[in-house]
T-cell receptor, first 112, second 113 residues
Framework: ETGVTQSPTHLIKTRGQQVTLRCSSQ?????VSWYQQALGQGPQFIFQ???????GRGNFPPRFSGLQFPNYSSELNVNALELDDSALYLC???????????FGPGTRLTVL | AQSVTQLDSQVPVFEEAPVELRCNYS??????LFWYVQYPNQGLQLLLK??????LVKGINGFEAEFNKSQTSFHLRKPSVHISDTAEYFC???????????FGRGTSLIVHP
C-alpha cells in the first residue's frame, strides 16, 4: 500500500509569485485535504476535495485554490504569494465518511 | 465551533520517566478525538483515536489516552519514554459528521538521556 506523497519537498518563491504543490493520495482514498502549518503552530485546514469538487473550506482567501483529478491526486495553488504564506503545507487523504486522515510528509514553502 | 487547547507548549522529561501531555477541547456536540505525532521535517502520524466505547484508548509506541467527557479532556500518557519519542505532539478534535479536524498548537516533548 502506497502512502501519501507530496512534491516538491522544499520550494522557495518570491512575494507576488504563484506556486503549485502536488499530492498523491493513499491507494483507495477518494478524499484529500490540505493544511497550512506555520512554524510553531498546529495545522490549519485550507480545504477538502471529494470526487473532484471542493467539499469544505477553512478561513483562507480565494487566492488559495485547488484541484482534484480523476485518479484522486490533487494540487494546491497559491497566487500572489505573501511572506506569511511561508509554511509547511500538508496533504492528507482519506475515504469519504471515514474519521481518520493519513498525512503526507509536507512541502516546505519559503516566500522571500 | 470546536477548539482544542494543549496546555503545555514544551514538556521536558528524562528517559524512562512517565509523561502526560494535556489536551482539553470545547464543543457543544459529540466529537472524535485524535493524537498525532510529528517528527522533525516529517508529516503527521496517527498515534491513537477515540471514537466511542471504552474511554481508555491504546495507540502505537506504547502511548495511551483517556477520554474524560465531564472534564472535556483527552490527555496522552506513556509510562516510560525513550529518546526516540522526542517530537511534536498534536491533539485534534473532529465534530461528529464533519470529518475535518481542528488541531491544537502542539506540545514539544523533549526526552533527555
Amino acid at each position: 500500500e502506497t502512502g501519501v506523497t507530496q512534491s516538491p519537498t522544499h520550494l522557495i518563491k518570491t512575494r507576488g509569485q504563484q506556486v503549485t504543490l502536488r499530492c498523491s493520495s493513499q491507494s483507495g482514498h477518494n478524499t484529500v485535504s490540505w493544511y497550512q502549518q506555520a512554524l510553531g503552530q498546529g495545522p490549519q485546514f485550507i480545504f477538502q476535495y471529494y470526487r473532484e469538487e471542493e467539499n469544505g473550506r477553512g478561513n483562507f482567501p480565494p487566492r488559495f485554490s485547488g484541484l482534484q483529478f480523476p485518479n484522486y491526486s490533487s494540487e494546491l495553488n497559491v497566487n500572489a504569494l505573501e511572506l506569511d504564506d511561508s509554511a509547511l503545507y500538508l496533504c492528507a487523504s482519506s475515504s469519504q465518511g471515514e474519521d481518520t486522515q493519513y498525512f503526507g510528509p509536507g512541502t516546505r514553502l519559503t516566500v522571500l | 465551533a470546536q477548539s482544542v487547547t494543549q496546555l503545555d507548549s514544551q514538556v521536558p522529561v528524562f528517559e524512562e520517566a512517565p509523561v502526560e501531555l494535556r489536551c482539553n477541547y470545547s464543543s457543544s456536540v459529540s466529537v472524535y478525538l485524535f493524537w498525532y505525532v510529528q517528527y522533525p521535517n516529517q508529516g503527521l502520524q496517527l498515534l491513537l483515536k477515540y471514537l466511542s466505547g471504552s474511554t481508555l484508548v491504546k495507540g502505537i509506541n506504547g502511548f495511551e489516552a483517556e477520554f474524560n467527557k465531564s472534564q472535556t479532556s483527552f490527555h496522552l500518557r506513556k509510562p516510560s519514554v525513550h529518546i526516540s519519542d522526542t517530537a511534536e505532539y498534536f491533539c485534534a478534535v473532529v465534530k461528529g459528521g464533519s470529518y475535518i479536524p481542528t488541531f491544537g498548537r502542539g506540545t514539544s516533548l523533549i526526552v533527555h538521556p
